[in-house]
T-cell receptor, first 114, second 113 residues
């Protein structure tokens, strides 16, 4: 079945430093979604990337989708304590029968040291 | 209203009990999902309902029984669970299956004793 690998598993940064998490899929994806889960909270949708090579920005967050639609990254510039949480990528693949499968990566837990 | 609500927030049940988890959304979404999330792990898909019909069952044991009474409600009936079933159970909804963001509820923290 489809696998989505995400690294690193944990990242500790000083406030103000940058942070990047990477996702790689074993198969070509239809799209990739990113979610953030705060400690004790539930996943919250951040963004969806659909096109090959797509780059989207949300304030200090930059999301990229690879040319082959098999990899993606999330980069946070100048981290703040409010960025703390676990970031999940989730890759969407489709089957010939028209069904969809969204597979979550294992997540990257970000800690920000004030 | 972009909220998915879940009840109860916490549930402790014995292995012989029968209980139900409830999920509700009023966004007009046609796809609803149950996920199981263990500590420090990603959400693991259990079931998907599309237009009130079970679309995906990810080989979940029969002690978990989903039900979709109408387009706004999703239940998960629990019976004869095992301690290893203790987890956070998340409900989510999306406009349709596929290329749509999922809105997650706050979850039910289940402990099986």
């Amino acid at each position: 079945g489809q696998q989505v690998m995400q690294i690193p598993q944990y990242q500790h940064v000083q406030e103000g430093e940058d942070f990047t998490t990477y996702c790689n899929s074993s198969t070509t994806l239809s799209n990739i979604q990113w979610y953030k889960q705060r400690p004790g909270g539930h996943p919250v949708f951040l963004i969806q990337l659909v096109k090959s090579g797509e780059v989207k920005k949300q304030k200090r967050l930059t999301f990229q989708f690879g040319e082959a639609k098999k990899n993606s990254s999330l980069h946070i510039t100048a981290t703040q304590t409010t960025d703390v949480g676990t970031y999940f990528c989730a890759g969407l693949s489709t089957s010939g029968a028209g069904s969809y499968q969204l597979t979550f990566g294992k997540g990257t837990k970000l800690s920000v040291i004030p | 209203d972009t909220e998915v609500t879940q009840t109860p927030k916490h549930l402790v049940m014995g292995m012989t009990n029968k209980k139900s988890l409830k999920c509700e959304q009023h966004m007009g979404h046609r796809a609803m999902y149950w996920y199981k999330q263990k500590a420090k792990k990603p959400p693991e898909l259990m079931f998907v309902y599309s237009y009130e019909k079970l679309s995906i069952n990810e080989s979940v044991p029969s002690r978990f029984s989903p039900e979709c009474p109408n387009s706004s409600l999703l239940n998960l009936h629990l019976h004869a669970l095992q301690p290893e079933d203790s987890a956070l159970y998340l409900c989510a909804s999306s406009q349709d299956m596929g290329y749509y963001e999922q809105y997650f509820g706050p979850g039910t923290r289940l402990t099986v004793t």
